[in-house]
Antibody
Framework: QVQLQQSGAELAKPGSSVKISCKAS????????ISWIKQTTGQGLEYIGY????????NYNEKFKGKATLTVDKSSSTAFMQLSSLTPDDSAVYYC?????????????WGQGVMVTVSS | DIQMTQSPPVLSASVGDRVTLSCKAS??????LDWYQQKHGEAPKLLIY???NLQTGIPSRFSGSGSGTDYTLTISSLQPEDVATYYC?????????FGAGTKLELK
């Protein structure tokens, strides 16, 4: 069965970086993109961007350019998101989701989410 | 950016009720809209894609409709397990955006 397993919760200091992972299983990894979504109580759900797991090409929401960097390791079927120059506003739950590459860009499977807390 | 406005923010209904949730886009999104259900403490779950297509495994009491700027998610007969927050999501043009959600409660 399709699964997206994300790494564990992170506690980080302002100004630092974190890198969270999303390991896929149960399907051909390079046949679907991986998207990342941020969820906070105040801002709700926000689309960060996606990575083409085959080519490594990326597309970002302008708001997250310079904040999020998406990468992929095809050999381990794992996608990564690095968040840099962290501020308290980056505290959120971050989800990875499998995205269809064509037609409806639906997110049909989601990871369990990673809580990132930025605090001194 | 395309703004997605969901209404009502909170909806209380009884088991067996027909429930209608609304999502209005700030411009035409050409049916490029999905609906997601999020239960407390869980990740969102895809219910409906491209306005009216039921995701595999989702009960047939869920249905979607709409066009242009106005979209609707309907639950034909509310069940206790449907208590959740429902989000619409547009991918017609970037940045892709979610609505703020409708929280569905049991009366």
């Amino acid at each position: 069965q399709v699964q997206l397993q994300q790494s564990g919760a992170e506690l980080a200091k302002p100004g630092s970086s974190v890198k969270i992972s999303c390991k896929a299983s149960g399907y051909t990894f390079t046949s679907y993109y991986i998207s990342w979504i941020k969820q906070t109580t105040g801002q709700g759900l926000e689309y960060i961007g996606y990575i083409n797991t085959g080519s490594g090409g990326t597309n970002y929401n302008e708001k997250f350019k310079g904040k999020a960097t998406l990468t992929v390791d095809k050999s381990s079927s794992t996608a990564f998101m690095q968040l840099s120059s962290l501020t308290p506003d980056d505290s959120a739950v971050y989800y990875c989701a499998r995205r269809w590459p064509y037609g409806s860009y639906r997110f049909d499977y989601w990871g369990q989410g990673v809580m990132v807390t930025v605090s001194s | 950016d395309i703004q997605m406005t969901q209404s009502p923010p909170v909806l209380s209904a009884s088991v067996g009720d027909r429930v209608t949730l609304s999502c209005k886009a700030s411009q035409n999104i050409n049916k490029n809209l999905d609906w997601y259900q999020q239960k407390h403490g869980e990740a969102p779950k895809l219910l409906i894609y491209y306005t009216n297509n039921l995701q595999t495994g989702i009960p047939s009491r869920f249905s979607g409709s709409g066009s242009g700027t106005d979209y609707t998610l309907t639950i034909s007969s509310l069940q206790p397990e449907d208590v959740a927050t429902y989000y619409c999501y547009q991918y017609n043009s970037g940045p892709y955006t979610f609505g703020a959600g409708t929280k569905l409660e049991l009366k």
